[in-house]
């Protein structure tokens, strides 16, 4: 059974970095049409973050991170890879990795989620 795994997370201060990464198991991540990564903070609601397709490596991102989150896909790991810069204390939240098989279809896979909490 295919599984995401995200890893990378951590505590971090205020205009900080961290590099989240998502890998998969038991069906590469590369046959996979979309790669994105979400996050919930507390009381909150998922929020779309970032994505990649795998083949062109086409992104696109959420407005808040615009400028200062930057994804990209690692072909020899077969990872999808979350560089995190200039962290505010509102990014702080459970950030998780899905996957999308078809184009035009649903993110049908999810990893468990990675904790990012940025203090001030």
């Known amino acids: 059974q295919a599984q995401l795994v995200e890893s990378g997370g951590g505590l971090v201060q205020t205009g900080g970095s961290l590099r989240l990464s998502c890998a998969a198991s038991g069906r590469a991540l590369s046959s996979y049409y979309m790669v994105g990564w979400f996050r919930q903070a507390p009381r909150q609601e998922r929020e779309f973050v970032a994505q990649i397709t795998w083949r062109s490596g086409w992104t696109s991102y959420a407005g808040s991170v615009q400028g200062r989150f930057t994804i990209s896909r690692d072909n020899a790991k077969n990872t999808v890879n979350l560089q995190m810069n200039s962290l505010k204390p509102e990014d702080t939240a459970v950030y998780s990795c899905?996957?999308?098989?078809?184009?035009?279809?649903?993110?049908?896979?999810w990893g468990q989620g990675t904790q990012v909490t940025v203090s001030s």
């Open positions: 899905a996957a999308q098989t078809l184009f035009g279809g649903q993110y049908d896979i």
